[in-house]
C-alpha cells in the first residue's frame, strides 16, 4: 500500500504520535506514519488494527549478523509501552506491532544487557509507573538465522501463558528437540562452578542465605555469582528454571 494512497482516504501524519495511547502508529517504506484514532469511526480502527497493519510474516534476516532475542508483550496501552522500552533496553532495534495490542520489540546481545531477573523486575516496575497492564515474554538470545524457527516456539509458550522452563518441563527434556536448550545444556556441561551453584540453590529450596552457608561464602558473593549466571545462561535462579537446570546437570550428570 502506498502511503500517497492512503493520505487521500485518512488523515495520516508523518512521525509518531507523543500520545501513542490515541494513536495508530505504523511505518511503510521504512518511514514512521501515525493517525488520530479520534479521525476515525470504530470499524475503521479495526481495520488499520488488525487487518492492514496485522503481522504479514516477520523477516528476520533483515537484521546484521548478531546475536538477539525477541521481548512479546500483550497490552491495551502497547504504543505507550513501546515507546518506553528502550529505557530498559537500549539495545533494542525494532519494534513490531502485530495486532491491536500486541507484538514484540527486537534486542541485540550487549554486554550492558541486564540479567533476565533484572529484566523482569524492570518490566514490572516500568507498566506500574505507566500505569498500565502488561503480559510479556522475555525470550532467550538467539543467533539472527535462530529466530524464525524460535520465534513459533516462543509465541506458543506466551499465548498459552508458559515460561520456557515451565514449557520444556511439561514435554519432557528426554522428548524436546530444542535448540536454545541444547545450547544451555552444552554450556553447563563444561560449568563446573555453574553446577555448584545450582545445585546448592536447589537443594536448599532457593534460599539465599542457607544457600551462602552451604557453600561457605558471604550472601554478597552469592548474589555476584547469581547475577553472573543469569547474565550468561539468561535464565533466573528460581522457579521453573531452577528446576529446570537442575534436572539438566542431572542429565549431563547422568550423561
Known amino acids: 500500500m502506498k502511503i500517497e494512497a492512503l493520505a487521500q482516504l485518512f488523515p495520516v501524519k508523518k512521525g509518531r504520535s507523543d500520545q501513542p495511547e490515541t494513536a495508530i502508529q505504523f511505518e511503510l517504506a521504512g518511514q514512521q506514519f501515525h493517525i488520530i484514532k479520534s479521525a476515525l469511526t470504530s470499524r475503521e480502527v479495526r481495520l488499520f488494527e488488525e487487518v492492514l497493519f496485522a503481522d504479514k510474516g516477520i523477516d528476520f534476516s533483515e537484521l546484521a549478523n548478531g546475536t538477539y532475542r525477541l521481548i512479546q508483550f500483550r497490552s491495551e496501552e502497547f504504543d505507550e509501552?513501546?515507546?518506553?522500552?528502550?529505557?530498559?533496553?537500549?539495545?533494542?532495534?525494532?519494534?513490531?506491532?502485530?495486532?491491536?495490542?500486541?507484538?514484540?520489540?527486537?534486542?541485540?546481545?550487549?554486554?550492558?544487557?541486564?540479567?533476565?531477573?533484572?529484566?523482569?523486575?524492570?518490566?514490572?516496575?516500568?507498566?506500574?509507573?505507566?500505569?498500565?497492564?502488561?503480559?510479556?515474554?522475555?525470550?532467550?538470545?538467539?543467533?539472527?538465522?535462530?529466530?524464525?524457527?524460535?520465534?513459533?516456539?516462543?509465541?506458543r509458550n506466551f499465548d498459552q501463558g508458559q515460561t520456557f522452563s515451565e514449557a520444556v518441563i511439561r514435554e519432557g527434556l528426554t522428548h524436546l528437540a530444542h535448540a536454545p536448550l541444547a545450547k544451555i545444556k552444552q554450556a553447563i556441561l563444561t560449568d563446573f562452578e555453574a553446577q555448584d551453584l545450582v545445585r546448592h540453590l536447589y537443594q536448599n529450596d532457593g534460599n539465599q542465605l542457607q544457600t551462602a552457608k552451604a557453600m561457605y561464602i558471604h550472601r554478597n558473593t552469592l548474589t555476584q555469582k547469581i547475577k553472573k549466571f543469569e547474565k550468561h545462561y539468561d535464565l533466573s535462579l528460581t522457579g521453573s528454571d531452577l528446576v529446570l537446570l537442575y534436572s539438566l546437570i542431572d542429565q549431563v550428570t547422568e550423561d
Open 81 to 155: 509501552i513501546a515507546d518506553h522500552l528502550s529505557l530498559i533496553f537500549p539495545s533494542i532495534v525494532k519494534v513490531h506491532k502485530q495486532g491491536v495490542a500486541h507484538g514484540f520489540a527486537i534486542e541485540k546481545l550487549s554486554s550492558d544487557r541486564l540479567s533476565a531477573l533484572d529484566a523482569k523486575q524492570a518490566l514490572a516496575t516500568l507498566a506500574q509507573d505507566l500505569g498500565v497492564t502488561c503480559r510479556y515474554y522475555l525470550g532467550l538470545f538467539a543467533d539472527r538465522t535462530e529466530l524464525e524457527s524460535l520465534y513459533p516456539i516462543e509465541k
